[in-house]
C-alpha cells in the first residue's frame, strides 16, 4: 500500500508526520519512507540510518554538434521553452530549462542536437533495521522536479515488494509535483492546522485530491491553537479525521533539533496509533 | 561603441528598469552618432519560463558592448551575455537613464 | 518608490503574518502585491474586495480536433509525457500530463492539434482594509506558479505604485528556490528573510540566500519563535555576520500570532503584550535601511 503525506501550504507538519509514522511502525514491520520534496528535502534530517546506495540522477537533454550543424534555427523554433537558442553562429542549450519533449533532436534535420543524459540530482537509499529511506535531492538551478519524483517512486518500485508500507513525503502546494507525488498513491493524509489559513489551504488541497478522484483524510497538527473551522469542515464535508495531533511547545522544540517526537510526548504516540488503526482497515477493506 | 540600458521608458529622462529578463525596454545608446534608439521587449510578459536566455539573445541581436542594468542577469542570461562578449554593469536600477550613463562614464558601477 | 520583498525558503515560519503587518503599518502608503501564490493566503488577512479580476493565461496545452484527426497515432508516438492515449477509439490528450511543449502538433500531418494557451488562473486588485490596494492571484489545480504570473503580479503593484505616487511595494514572496521565486526577488530594493531556529529553518535559509546573493541584494532577517532552539538562534546569528546580513530582531514563539489570525487580524491590530512594539521597531528599521 502507497500512502502519500501532503498538504496544501508549508509548514504544517508533513516532514513531523512522515518521519514519526515511519519510524514508529517500522518497530514492528518494514516500511519504506520516501521523500518526495525534491526542491527541499528535509525528512533525512530526523532519520539516522546507514547509506546503502547512492546514484547520481538523469534527465535526458540535447547536445549540440557544431560540426553537423548547417545553422539552420529548426531547433529554437520548436523549443516552447527556450531551452535552445541561436546565437549568431552558435546553437546553446540550457539543460535546467529542458523538458526533455525531444521536439529539437528529432526535428533536426542534419542530427546535429543528440539527446544525452545530463545529471540532474542525486538518489540516496538508507536503512536502518526495518526502516528504508529514499531521498531524492534536485540540484539547484534545475527547475523541473516532476521526472525526479518519477524515477525515485520507479526505484522504489524496482528494489521493494508490493506488500511493504510506502510513505511519501510529497512536496506542499498543488501543482505538478504535487500530483506526481500523489497519483500513485492508494491513499492520501493531508496535514493541516486548526487555523484559517490552514483550513484556506486545506480546502484546496481537498480540491486538487477530489479531482485526482484519490481517497484521502485529514490529520489536525497543533491541536488547540486557533479555531475549530478545520474540524467542521471535516464533518460537514464527511471527511474523515484520523488524528489530532497536540499543540504542544515541546514537539516544537523537539522538531528544531531535529529529534523524533512520538517516544518523547505519549499524545503523540495515541494519534499515531488512531492513524495507523485506520489504514489498517483501510488494507483490509481492500485497498492494496 | 554601442551602450545599452534595461529601461522602463524610452527616453534619456526614463527610469531604469532593475530587471533583465523582463525589461519593459532596451535603449541603445551608439556613442558615435550620439543616437539614442529604443528596443520593445514587452513581449517578454509572454514567457513562463526562460525570459532571461530568450532576452539576452535579443541583446545579441542589437549588438551593444556594453550592458547597464539593475540587478544584474540569473545565471542561463549571464552565459549568453558572456558568449556574445558583452560587458554587464549593474547597480543603476534606481537611476534615470541619464543618470546610469554619467555613473557608468565615471567608473561608479560594478562590474558584473 | 522602495520595493520590500519578504521570503523565506520554508514554509510556516510566519512569513506571511509578519508581510501583513508590516503592510497594516505602512498604510495608505503601501502597495502589497501576493506572489506566494501556492498558498496566498495574505488575503485573510487584509480582506481584499476583489473588485477586479482578470483571466490569467501562462504556457500550452495540446487539444485534438476530432474532425480532422485520421487517428493514425503520429502525436501519440512523439509525445514523451504519456499525454496521448486512445479513449472510445479516439486520440485524446490529458491535459494533466500534458507538458505544452508543441511537439505533437508540429508533426501532425493532418494539423488536427491546435496548441491552446492555458488559462491557469485568475490575478486581482483589490482595496484592502489598510486604506491601499493589493495584487493577488489564485492559481487552478496542477497549475505552476510561474515566473510570468509573479512578474505580472509584480508589475501591476508597480504601476499602481507610480500612479498613486506610493513610497512602498511589500511583496509576499513564493517559496522554495525555483523560477517564481528568482521572479519574486527580480527588481527588489531590499529582502526580509523570515526564518525559525530549526535544522530546517537554517538548511532553507542558506539555500534561499545563495539567490539573493546571486543578485547582489541587500538583505535582513527576521529570526522567528527564536527561543525555541537558543542553539540554532546562535547559529543563524553568526550565519548573519559572516554574510553581512542586517539582522533585523528576534520574535519570540508566540501564539498571539495564531490568534490574531483567527481573528482575521495582523499581530498590529490584535496584540496587547510587546509583539506589537517589536514588528513597529522592525517596520522603522526597515526603512531606515533603505531611504
Known sequence: MKIAIASGKGGTGKTTLSVNLSAYLAEDEEIVLSDLDVEEPNSGLFINARMVHEEEKYKMVPEWKEDQCTLCGICQEVCNFHAVIQLGEMIMVFPELCHGCYACSELCPTDALPMIPKKMGMLKHL??????????????????????????????????????????????????????????????????????????????????????????GVVVNRHGIGNDGVLRYCEDKDIPVLAKIPNDRKIAELYSEGKLIYNEVPEVKQELDKIIAYLRTLKQGGVQ | MKIAFTTKGTEWDSMMDPRFGRTEFFLIYDEENDELKPHDNRSSSNDAHGAGPKTAQVLFGLDPKVLITGNGPGGNAASVLKKARIDIYVGAGDMTVKEAWEAYKEGKLKKF | MKEIVVISGKGGTGKTSITASFAFLGGADVIVADCDVDAADMHLLLQPDFARGEDFYSG????????????????????????????????????????????????????????????????????????????????????????????????????????????????????????????????????????????????????????????????????????????????????????????????????????????????????????????????????????
Request: proline share 4%; net charge negative.
Open chain 3, 60 to 291: 500550452e496545452l495540446a487539444k485534438i480536433h476530432p474532425d480532422n484527426c485520421t487517428q493514425c497515432g503520429k502525436c501519440a508516438e512523439v509525445c514523451r509525457f504519456e499525454a496521448i492515449s486512445v479513449i472510445d477509439g479516439m486520440h485524446t490528450v490529458d491535459p494533466l500530463s500534458c507538458e505544452g511543449c508543441g511537439y505533437c502538433a508540429r508533426i501532425c500531418p493532418t494539423n488536427a492539434i491546435e496548441n491552446l494557451s492555458m488559462n491557469v488562473g485568475k490575478w486581482y486588485i483589490s482595496s484592502i482594509k489598510t486604506g491601499s490596494l493589493m495584487v493577488h492571484a489564485r492559481l487552478g489545480i496542477g497549475a505552476d506558479n510561474s515566473g510570468k504570473l509573479v512578474a505580472k503580479v509584480k508589475n501591476e503593484a508597480k504601476r499602481l505604485a507610480e500612479e498613486t505616487n506610493k513610497d512602498y511595494i511589500i511583496v509576499d514572496g513564493s517559496p522554495g528556490i525555483g523560477c517564481p521565486v528568482v521572479s519574486s526577488l527580480s527588481g527588489a530594493s531590499f529582502v526580509v528573510l523570515v526564518t525559525e531556529p530549526s535544522v530546517s529553518g537554517l538548511h532553507d535559509l542558506k539555500r534561499v540566500y545563495e539567490l539573493v546573493k546571486k543578485f547582489n541584494l541587500k538583505a535582513g532577517c527576521i529570526i522567528n519563535k527564536s527561543d525555541i532552539n537558543e542553539k540554532v538562534t546562535q547559529e543563524i546569528e553568526a550565519f548573519l555576520r559572516e554574510e553581512n546580513i542586517l539582522h533585523i530582531v528576534n520574535l519570540p514563539y508566540d501564539e498571539q500570532f495564531t490568534k490574531a489570525m483567527t481573528n482575521g487580524q495582523t499581530i498590529i491590530e490584535s496584540d496587547t503584550n510587546g509583539l506589537k512594539q517589536m514588528i513597529v521597531d522592525s517596520w522603522s528599521k526597515i526603512k531606515l535601511t533603505i531611504n
Open chain 1, 127 to 216: 536503512q536502518n533495521d526495518k526502516l528504508s529511506f529514499i531521498e531524492s535531492r534536485l540540484d539547484v538551478g534545475e527547475e523541473q522536479a516532476v521526472p525526479l519524483i518519477k524515477q525515485s517512486q520507479d526505484y522504489i518500485d524496482e528494489h521493494f515488494t508490493d506488500d511493504i508500507l510506502r510513505i511519501y513525503d510529497s512536496p506542499p502546494g498543488t501543482s505538478c509535483p504535487v500530483i506526481e507525488a500523489t497519483k500513485d498513491a492508494d491513499f492520501v493524509i493531508l496535514v493541516t492546522e486548526p487555523t484559517p489559513f490552514g483550513l484556506h489551504d486545506l480546502k484546496i488541497a481537498v480540491e486538487t485530491m477530489k479531482e485526482l478522484k484519490k481517497p484521502f
